[in-house]
Antibody, heavy 115, light 108 residues
Framework: QVQLQESGPGLVKPSETLSLTCSVS????????WTWIRQPPGKGLEWIGY???????NYNPSLKSRVTISVDTSKKQLSLRLTSVTAADTAVYYC?????????WGHGTSVTVSS | EIVLTQSPGTLSLSPGERATLSCRAS???????LAWFQQKPGQAPRLLIH???SRAAGIPDRFSGSGSGTDFTLTISRLEPEDFAVYYC?????????FGQGTKVEIK
């Protein structure tokens, strides 16, 4: 059974870069889309972007200038990089597999942006 | 960008009752790439419905989805205690993918 595990620092300073990793176990990276989603405290869900297993990407225009998603198929890991963070980037960050809908999710990792 | 508007914001019902949740798309979805998720406090969302009406693996048949174009519905035929949660619709047919703001189903 496929499982996803997000990891990364829980605290990031304003103006710095947020970097998260999503490790995939129990299944293959291909032929899926792999998505990052975030949820600010007490609020709804926001799609950040996705990467296809082959490496093509699609980002939310609201974040496009600051976000990079990459995949390392040999390590079965996805990465999210978000630059120039502010308090508005404080959220729980999820990775999810997208096939027929986002059918497998990680538990999420909480990131706080604060000095 | 496709905006999804969910109604009502909160639905107060008793176990055993029928729940009907609405998701309206503007502009309309050209495809049926509409999903529904359930989220409980402290947990990741869980996929219930994809393709507007197809149940995801392991989802009980009391959950059903319908609709096309601008109007979509999630129906829970008889609420079980574990069904009280927040529900989100999401479209993945047009970039950027977008979510509705959520409907909370609470115990009356």
């Amino acid at each position: 059974q496929v499982q996803l595990q997000e990891s990364g620092p829980g605290l990031v300073k304003p103006s710095e870069t947020l970097s998260l990793t999503c490790s995939v176990s129990g299944g293959s990276i291909s032929p899926y889309y792999w998505t990052w989603i975030r949820q600010p405290p007490g609020k709804g869900l926001e799609w950040i972007g996705y990467i296809y297993y082959s490496g093509s990407t699609n980002y939310n225009p609201s974040l496009k200038s600051r976000v990079t998603i990459s995949v390392d198929t040999s390590k079965k890991q996805l990465s999210l990089r978000l630059t120039s963070v502010t308090a508005a980037d404080t959220a729980v960050y999820y990775c999810a597999r997208s096939w027929r809908g986002m059918d497998v999710w990680g538990h999420g990792t909480s990131v706080t942006v604060s000095s | 960008e496709i905006v999804l508007t969910q109604s009502p914001g909160t639905l107060s019902l008793s176990p055993g009752e029928r729940a009907t949740l609405s998701c309206r798309a503007s502009p309309s979805l050209a495809s049926s790439y509409l999903a529904w998720f359930q989220q409980k406090p402290g947990q990741a969302p869980r996929l219930l419905i994809h393709g507007a009406s197809s149940r995801a693996a392991g989802i009980p048949d009391r959950f059903s989805g319908s609709g096309s174009g601008t109007d979509f519905t999630l129906t829970i035929s008889r609420l079980e205690p574990e069904d009280f949660a927040v529900y989100y619709c999401q479209q993945y047919g047009s970039s950027p993918w977008t979510f509705g703001q959520g409907t909370k189903v609470e115990i009356k």
